[in-house]
C-alpha cells in the first residue's frame, strides 16, 4: 500500500511564507515588511537585517548552506549564482553562517553575458538583483545541495531592465493605479489596489530519456528536425483525456509533490490531444508570483522527467504532425476587497462597471492587437500559430453568444434590453440530473477568449515565459481605463457620459469580436476585410515594440523607456537568427554523419542483392527498383544539404540583426525543409534496423 501523503503538511514547506515571517520576526518588523507588501515603499535596512537573519536562520534549519539571487535574463530561462552563507571564522576557528539585510536587498552579478540588445557593451559588466518582496524566497534542492532562493529583478548599472520581471512589476502598479480609478467612479472606496491574477495552463511532452539521447536534434534544438510520422498519430483522439499510464503517473505524481512543497498550486493533470503529450494547470496568482511558479514549474517538470528515465519537452512543436504544445493565459483582475472586474453577474447586460471594463479591454484589444501578437511570439510558436492546432495569428475575442448579444444591442441601441439565458440540458437519461446550461459555449479557436470572469490569452508558446503577455495585457488595458477615467472624472453626468463611452468604445471596436471557426480561411480574408492586423512570424512581429504607438502607450506608463524597446527588438532577431542556425547545423551534422552514411550503406546491400539475384538467374526488378527509389531521394538529400551548407554560411556573413533574421526566415527555413523531405521519405522505404535514430512512433508511443 502506498504512503498515505499529507498536502496540506507539505504545501509550501520549501517557501519563506507571510505566515513563516510572522512566527519568526518581531511584530513591528512583520508590520513593516507587510506594509511595503501591500502599499510600496523600502525597508529599512534594520527591518532588513532582521528579516535577512530569520530567512537564513529557517534556511539552515532546512539543510541550506548558500543562497541565490534568482531572476529571469532575457534569456527566456532563470539564472542564479550561488553564494555561500560562510562567513570569516571567529577568533577560535569557528565557522560563522552570515546573511545581511544588504545582500537580501540586493546582489551584483555580471550583466554583460545576457542578452541586451545593445544596452551594455561587453566591457560594461555590472548589473544589479534587487529583491521583489512580494514573491516569497524558496528553497531549491538538487546535486549542488539546498539553496535559498530569493526572486529578484535584474536592472543595468544604468538602470535600464535587463529582465522579465521589472516592467512586470511596472506593469502590475501601471493597471492597478488606472483600474482604482474606474472603480472609484462606482463608489468603490474601500479597494487599495486592483490585482492581475494569472492561472498559466502548461502543456509538454515526456519521452524516454534513452531515446531522447539518441536524437541530436532533441538535445540541440528541443524538437524534432527530421522524422516520418508513425502510422497512428492523434486521429483517433483516443490520447486526450485518457487513462494516464502507470510511468506518466508516477512522474505527475512525483511532481504534483515537488511543486505543492514550493507552493505551485498544481491542480490538474491530464493527457493531451497529441501522444506523449500532457498538461499541467495550477489556481491562479497575483501576476508576478504566477510567472515565477511558472518557470518553477517547467523546471521541476524537467528535473523529475529525468528520475523517471524520462526527458521533458517543452519546445512548441517537437514532432511534426501532430498538435504542438501551448500555454494558456488565464488573466482577470481584481480589487484588493475581493471584486473581480471580469465578473458579469447574474445581468451582466445591467452591470455597468463590468460593461465598462469589458469595453476598455475591447478598446485595448483591438488598439493593440500588434503588441499583443508581439507578446506570445518566440521561434518554437511560428510552427503552431495558424496551424489548426492553435489560435490563429490573427488577434480577435471571442465573448460568447451572450455578451456578443448584449454589445449588439448597445452598439445598435444603446441600451441592453434582454438577455440570452442558458437554458436547460436534458439528458434523456431518468437517473441522471437535468442541469441549467450555461448561456455561452467554448471557442478553442479563440486567440483571446472569455470564459466567464476572465480572458484565456491561448497564442503563448509552452516554453515562453508568461512575463511579457501579461506585461502587454496590463500595460494596454492599463491605457484604456485611463483615458476613461480621463473623461469619466470630468463628466458632469456620470450615468449619461459612462453609458455614452460604453457604446462609443463597443462601436469603435466591434470588429475585434469574432465568435466563429478561427481555423477556417474565411475568417482570415473576412479578418483583412476588418483591418485587423495578421502577423505570421516572430520577426515580423518584432517591429511592432518600437511603433510611434508602443512607445507611447510603455513610456506613459513608465513601463519601458525607447531604449528598452529598441534592445528587446535587437534581442528578438538575434535570438531567431540563433535558433535557426543551430537548428541548421545540428540539420546539417545529422544528415552528414547518420542519416547519409547510414543509406549509403543500405544501398551497396541493396546493390549486392541485385547483383547476386540476377547471378542466380531470378527476377531482380523489385530490388533494382528499391534500389532506384533509394538513390533517387540519396541525392536529393545531399544536394539539399550541400545547398543547406552554403546558405547557413551566408546567413552567419550578414551583420545586420534584423536582415540575418529574415534571411534565415526566409531562405534558410526553406532549405532546412528541402533537406527533411528527402530524409522523411527514406524512413519509409529504408530498412529499420539500419535507420540510425528512434522513430516517432518509438519516441512517442514507447514511454
Known amino acids: 500500500m502506498s504512503e498515505v501523503l499529507n498536502v496540506e503538511e507539505i504545501f509550501a514547506s520549501k517557501v519563506f511564507t507571510l505566515g513563516k515571517m510572522k512566527e519568526r520576526l518581531p511584530k513591528s518588523v512583520y508590520k513593516e515588511v507587510k506594509k511595503v507588501m501591500d502599499q ?47 562567513s570569516h571564522p571567529d577568533a577560535e576557528g569557528k565557522m560563522i553562517m552570515e546573511f545581511s539585510g544588504k545582500e537580501l536587498i540586493k546582489g551584483e552579478p555580471d550583466a554583460s553575458s545576457f542578452p541586451s540588445g545593445g544596452l551594455r557593451a561587453t566591457f560594461e559588466a555590472r548589473g544589479y538583483t534587487a529583491w521583489d518582496i512580494t514573491s516569497p524566497a524558496f528553497l531549491k534542492e538538487d546535486a549542488t545541495g539546498v539553496i535559498l532562493c530569493i526572486p529578484t529583478a535584474f536592472c543595468s548599472y544604468t538602470g535600464e531592465a535587463l529582465d522579465k520581471k521589472t516592467p512586470l512589476l511596472r506593469s502590475m502598479e501601471a493597471v492597478s493605479e488606472q483600474a482604482l480609478r474606474i472603480v472609484r467612479l462606482f463608489g468603490n472606496t474601500e479597494a487599495t489596489k486592483v490585482v492581475a491574477s494569472v492561472g498559466p495552463e502548461q502543456e509538454y511532452f515526456l519521452v524516454d530519456r534513452e531515446k531522447y539521447l539518441q536524437r541530436e536534434d532533441l538535445i540541440f534544438a528541443g524538437r524534432t528536425l527530421f522524422g516520418a510520422p508513425a502510422p497512428k498519430g492523434q486521429e483517433l483522439e483516443d490520447h486526450y483525456f485518457g487513462t494516464i499510464r502507470e510511468r506518466i503517473g508516477s512522474y505527475m505524481k512525483d511532481l504534483n509533490v515537488e511543486l505543492w512543497k514550493l507552493g505551485v498550486t498544481a491542480k490538474t493533470q491530464h493527457n493531451e490531444v497529441a501522444p506523449a503529450q500532457h498538461e499541467l494547470a495550477p489556481i491562479y496568482e497575483t501576476a508576478n508570483i504566477a510567472v515565477d511558479h511558472n518557470q518553477l514549474v517547467m523546471e521541476t517538470m524537467k528535473k523529475v522527467a529525468g528520475r523517471h528515465g524520462m526527458t521533458c519537452l517543452l519546445h512548441e512543436k517537437p514532432f511534426a504532425g501532430v498538435n504542438g504544445s501551448g500555454k494558456h493565459n488565464n488573466w482577470s483582475l481584481g480589487t484588493d476587497n475581493g471584486v473581480n472586474l471580469l465578473d458579469p453577474g447574474e445581468t451582466p447586460n445591467e452591470n455597468i462597471q463590468f460593461l465598462l471594463v469589458l469595453a476598455c479591454i475591447m478598446k485595448a484589444v483591438d488598439t493593440h492587437a500588434d503588441l499583443l501578437r ?8 511560428d510552427h503552431r500559430l495558424g496551424a489548426n492546432e492553435a489560435p490563429p495569428a490573427i488577434i480577435s475575442m471571442f465573448l460568447g453568444e451572450q455578451l456578443e448579444d448584449v454589445v449588439k444591442q448597445l452598439v445598435e441601441t444603446g441600451e441592453a434590453a434582454h438577455l440570452i439565458e442558458g437554458g436547460k440540458l436534458e439528458t434523456g437519461v431518468s437517473t441522471l440530473p437535468d442541469f441549467e446550461k450555461d448561456a455561452t459555449d467554448r471557442n478553442r479557436t479563440s486567440p483571446f477568449a472569455f470564459t466567464g470572469n476572465k480572458f484565456e490569452f491561448r497564442m503563448v508558446g509552452s516554453a515562453d515565459s508568461i512575463a511579457s503577455p501579461n506585461t502587454t495585457l496590463n500595460a494596454i488595458v492599463a491605457e484604456a481605463f485611463c483615458e476613461a477615467a480621463d473623461r469619466l472624472e470630468k463628466a458632469e453626468d456620470f450615468d449619461l457620459a459612462v453609458h455614452d463611452l460604453i457604446k462609443e468604445y463597443m462601436t469603435e471596436h466591434q470588429r475585434i469580436i469574432f465568435n466563429g ?59 531567431y537568427a540563433k535558433t535557426i542556425n543551430i537548428e541548421a547545423l545540428t540539420m546539417i551534422d545529422m544528415a552528414s554523419k547518420k542519416y547519409i552514411p547510414a543509406v549509403m550503406s543500405y544501398t551497396k546491400s541493396l546493390a549486392d542483392t541485385v547483383i547476386a539475384v540476377k547471378e542466380a538467374g531470378a527476377d531482380a526488378s523489385v530490388q533494382a527498383e528499391a534500389l532506384g527509389e533509394v538513390s533517387k531521394y540519396l541525392s536529393e538529400a545531399k544536394a539539399a544539404l550541400t545547398k543547406l551548407e552554403k546558405v547557413t554560411a551566408e546567413a552567419s556573413a550578414i ?23 528527402p530524409i522523411d521519405a527514406l524512413e519509409m522505404i529504408v530498412d529499420k534496423k539500419v535507420w540510425p535514430v528512434p522513430s516517432y512512433g518509438e519516441l512517442t508511443f514507447e514511454v
Open 40 to 86: 510600496g515603499g523600502e525597508l529599512s535596512l534594520a527591518a532588513a537585517d532582521v528579516v535577512a537573519k530569520a530567512m537564513k536562520d529557517w534556511a539552515v534549519e532546512n539543510g541550506a548552506t548558500h543562497y541565490t539571487h534568482w531572476f529571469q535574463p532575457l534569456t527566456g530561462i532563470t539564472a542564479e549564482k550561488h553564494d555561500a552563507f560562510v
Open 374 to 381: 508581439q507578446s506570445a511570439s518566440d521561434v518554437g510558436n
Open 517 to 575: 471557426n478561427g481555423y477556417s480561411d474565411e475568417w482570415v480574408a473576412e479578418a483583412e476585410r476588418r483591418g485587423l492586423p495578421n502577423i505570421k512570424s516572430m520577426v515580423e512581429a518584432a517591429s511592432t515594440l518600437t511603433t510611434d504607438k508602443a512607445i507611447k502607450l510603455f513610456e506613459k506608463f513608465g513601463i519601458f523607456t525607447k531604449v528598452e524597446l529598441e534592445s528587446r527588438e535587437e534581442i528578438i532577431y538575434e535570438t
Open 655 to 677: 551583420e545586420e540583426a534584423k536582415a540575418q533574421a529574415f534571411f534565415y526566415k526566409d531562405s534558410v527555413k526553406e532549405v532546412m525543409d528541402e533537406l527533411r523531405a
